[in-house]
């Protein structure tokens, strides 16, 4: 068996937001739309033991991997981060 990867700050925020797009309400819609089947051949998606098949959503525009991350890191992850209280945290957010 290989060694596993080791892990990043980056893989790890990209495997979260991959995580929320396969768990969204979104990616189950686009599924349901078409019955489950390929929008290209028509084949349907089947778990039958021998004729496996998996259907994927594609995100037509694509997606910026790189540019996700590295929004979450600068707006989340850096910048000026302070500890303060619940109730401080609140008000400083209703000041706006």
Known sequence: ????????????????????????????????KTSYCCIDCGIKQSQAKGREVKIEVHHVDGIDWNGVVDLVIDRVLAGDLVPVCKKCHAERHKAG
Do not use: D, Q, Y
């Open 1 to 32: 068996m290989g060694k596993k990867k080791e892990s990043t700050p980056r893989s790890r925020i990209k495997t979260a937001i991959r995580n929320v797009f396969l768990r969204s309400r979104e990616r189950a819609k686009a599924l349901k």
